[in-house]
């Protein structure tokens, strides 16, 4: 059986396509303004380019931010509990996940593919993608180049505000000062793995952690979180894709073994 699993997250929308323990193709694009449409055009896209038919998918299970919205799918399931399915599928062996995405930050704690614990930031930028968004606006150097340049830095500057818009400012005047780029973006991205290496450590992470999200992307985000937290993350082919990937596995349902 076909299933399909629809991410919608505040940033981007993720479809997937899967049978038989396999991935069968997934798109990734921004969610814009309404999340139904960018979702029903996806999933059509993907279809085609999969040579699918609509009616050859059985349940079409939705996750994420904008998952009630979705109203084609046949089920809506937690993003906590579609990351969990997702990344167990992947890595069997992960006891921890850490997805920093665009809005939010969180921190799960899973064992044998199912959630003990988990802990949330959603309150506040700081911790997440848009923190990098802003701050590299403010650096003026595109957001997919501030890890690199974090990579280079010898001597990382400190950041000291916690709100998104202070630290811009505190961007600025840094920058007048004369600190490199590649100080201020290392001092940037420890900032945002300092404090979500505290949410790991509050959840009793220690070992077998996978790092999922869009941030997971950025090599210098890697890096200081493997730095704070003393350990090698598991960082999936395609970082973006777990939660699609979980609700596609949940939408299989119990008698697929999954």
Do not use: W
């Amino acid at each position: 059986m076909i299933t399909a699993g629809i991410d919608a997250g505040a940033a981007t929308t993720k479809v997937l396509l899967f049978r038989d323990r396999e991935i069968l193709g997934y798109r990734i694009n921004g969610t814009a303004f309404d999340f139904l449409t960018a979702a029903r055009n996806m999933f059509d896209e993907l279809l085609r380019s999969c040579d699918i038919q609509r009616e050859d998918v059985g349940n079409v299970y939705a996750t994420g931010y904008g998952r009630n919205s979705i109203s084609f799918a046949d089920k809506s399931i937690s993003e906590i509990t579609a990351h969990a399915k997702g990344v167990s599928f992947l890595f069997p062996e992960v006891r921890g996940i850490i997805d920093v995405g665009g809005q939010d930050s969180k921190v799960i704690v899973i064992e044998d593919g199912k959630v003990v614990d988990f802990l949330m930031n959603d309150k506040c930028a700081a911790g997440t993608g848009k923190f990098l968004e802003y701050t590299a606006k403010a650096l003026e150097v595109p957001i997919n180049d501030l890890g690199s340049l974090a990579l280079a830095s010898s001597h990382p500057a400190d950041i000291t505000s916690m709100c998104t818009v202070f630290a811009e400012s505190e961007v600025i005047s840094l920058r007048a000062r004369g600190i490199t780029k590649e100080d201020i973006a290392a001092g940037l991205i420890t900032s945002i793995a300092q404090r979500v290496v505290v949410m790991a450590k509050r959840m009793g992470l220690k070992e077998r952690i996978a790092f999922v999200g869009g941030v997971a992307k950025n090599a210098g985000m890697k890096a200081a979180l493997e730095k704070e937290l003393g350990v090698t993350l598991y960082v999936p082919f395609e970082p973006q894709i777990t939660g699609a990937l979980g609700a596609a596995i949940a939408a299989h349902g119990s008698g697929t073994g999954l």
